[in-house]
DNA sequence: CTCATATCTTGCCAAATGGCAGGTAATATG
DNA sequence: CATATTACCTGCCATTTGGCAAGATATGAG
């Protein structure tokens, strides 16, 4: 039962009464493909975790162009950080790729099991701290790597995602347009 | 007397003992235009505060051209987090833009006061969260701004930089070619 | 199973960006 | 002050990337 959210926060500090107390706070909800979870403008007051399906979050460019920001995967928490912690209305919308099921907090619950659980609070430092490598991460690897090694790194890591998104989408994740990635792939596939 | 230690960890939680012991943990450093404070490859081994001065971060791109990451300017921290709190190699190069005036302590000593201060603990969840939010929103600049505007704000923001910096290395931060930026600055001037 | 819709590929052309280099200006060095 | 060096601008051309649209393929609905 809920086995999930207990796998999700696993640590040292943690104790499984702790653990039973924080799922417990959760409720299981099922969005339909294409359910939109968070919309640009608006503040996030619930927080996710995603048990099974696939979510992505996109902003518009300067030309208004859809960009995919990014893609969550099962087991991963999906939120607007900036949105969620700091209050202010999100520049990113949330929405579902496919059918999925959705374990979601309010955020003042979430608040004080965050300030009455010790081990919570370790918890989440860790996962800020995480989460700002991984944001860096992508930032360099922007720089660093060509598209065609982007778009192979993405596949290996969420070969879900092929599965269930658009080309399209996917190529503005990756920062070029569905032509080009359409190239690379025939490039690669020789 | 290190006043601007004190200064950049201002917190509640922390004392004025508090503030004076880690002011006395950091000792000054002179380093001249040009040095190498962190070569990319290194692990990071120190944590500096920037006093007076300039300094510039950059990697490598796919391409093997120097892309300017980061600009630091006076009283900012000044370190690679994912080098100096991961413990691995740096993909970054950290280099003074002009003299500079640092106020550096080991990691070692750090990461005890760290653990001994508490309200140092929550300055350090506080610059966390910053951090990552910081890191996220130039993110989404380079998506939702067009590179005048991002330049514009760059000016605004760190005005400094144009005095001390060539418009390489300005436009390599910008997502730019130098050509580019400078037919942006014609741009602008009418 | 069939039809309608969405997705993907690809060729053609346009536009944007970059590389290069020469000239000019600014800065640094001795 | 004279010279050397670096930075900046700009015109020309090459390359890359994107927009568009038509055709092919795949997917989904009834």
Redesign the interface.
């Known amino acids: 039962m809920v086995e999930i959210i207990k796998s999700v926060y696993q640590h040292p500090l943690l104790s499984e009464e702790d653990l039973e107390k924080m799922a417990a706070s959760h409720k299981k909800e099922n969005v339909k493909k294409g359910t939109v979870i968070l919309k640009q403008e608006q503040v996030a007051n619930e927080y996710y975790i995603l048990e099974s399906g696939l979510v992505r979050s996109y902003?518009?460019?300067?030309d208004n162009n859809e960009?995919t920001?990014e893609f969550f995967a099962e087991n991963e928490i999906v939120i607007v950080?900036?949105s969620l912690?700091?209050r202010i209305p999100s520049?990113?919308t949330l929405v579902a790729v496919t059918d999925a099921v959705l374990w979601k907090i309010a955020f003042e619950e979430f608040q004080q099991l965050y300030h009455s659980i010790p081990g919570f609070s370790e918890w989440g430092?860790l996962w800020?701290?995480h989460?700002?490598?991984a944001?860096?991460?992508?930032?360099?690897e922007?720089?660093?790597?060509?598209a065609t090694?982007r778009y192979l790194k993405l596949m290996q890591e969420k070969p879900q995602i092929m599965q269930h998104v658009p080309l399209k989408q996917i190529a503005s994740y990756l920062g070029i347009t569905d032509t080009s990635l359409s190239r690379i792939r025939k490039e690669i596939s020789h």
Request: aromatic share 14%.
């Open positions: 902003v518009h460019d300067y960009i920001t950080p900036t912690f700091q520049q990113e430092r800020f701290t989460q700002l490598f944001t860096k991460q992508r930032s360099l922007m720089i660093t790597k060509t090694n």
